[in-house]
């Protein structure tokens, strides 16, 4: 059974730049459609990212133009390049593996990392 990793939180300052990695176990990302979300405390889990197979990607709203979603299939992952970071982008991270590209709802995925934390705070 296919598990999936994030990597890469950590805490940086507001405008820094910092970029996940998402490696499965069990299987390879290479397989699935791979989405970015993210949660903080009494929020909604918020749809980040959707990487196609052929490694199209599509956005949220709030993170267009500053976060890139993609692909390296010789290394089995799919990054998230977060850049301009805001306070307002704190929250656990998390990828998962859906069925249908362009998805930004979470219902749709089967399979869940565990999350990684980013914290953006001066």
């Known amino acids: 059974q296919m598990q999936l990793v994030e990597s890469g939180g950590g805490l940086v300052q507001p405008g820094d730049s910092l970029t996940l990695a998402c490696a499965a176990s069990g299987s390879t990302v290479r397989d699935f459609v791979i989405g970015w979300f993210r949660q903080t405390p009494g929020r909604e889990r918020e749809g980040v990212a959707s990487?196609?197979?052929?490694?199209?990607?599509y956005y949220g709203d709030s993170v267009k133009g500053r976060f890139t979603a993609s692909r390296d299939n010789a290394k089995g992952t799919v990054s998230l390049q977060m850049n301009s970071l805001e306070p307002e982008d704190t929250a656990v991270y998390y990828c998962?593996?859906?069925?249908?590209?362009?998805?930004?709802?979470?219902?749709?995925?089967?399979?869940w990392g565990q999350g990684t934390q980013v914290t953006v705070s001066s």
């Open positions: 990487v196609c197979l052929g490694g199209r990607a």
């Open positions: 998962a593996a859906g069925p249908t590209c362009g998805v930004l709802e979470g219902s749709q995925y089967s399979t």
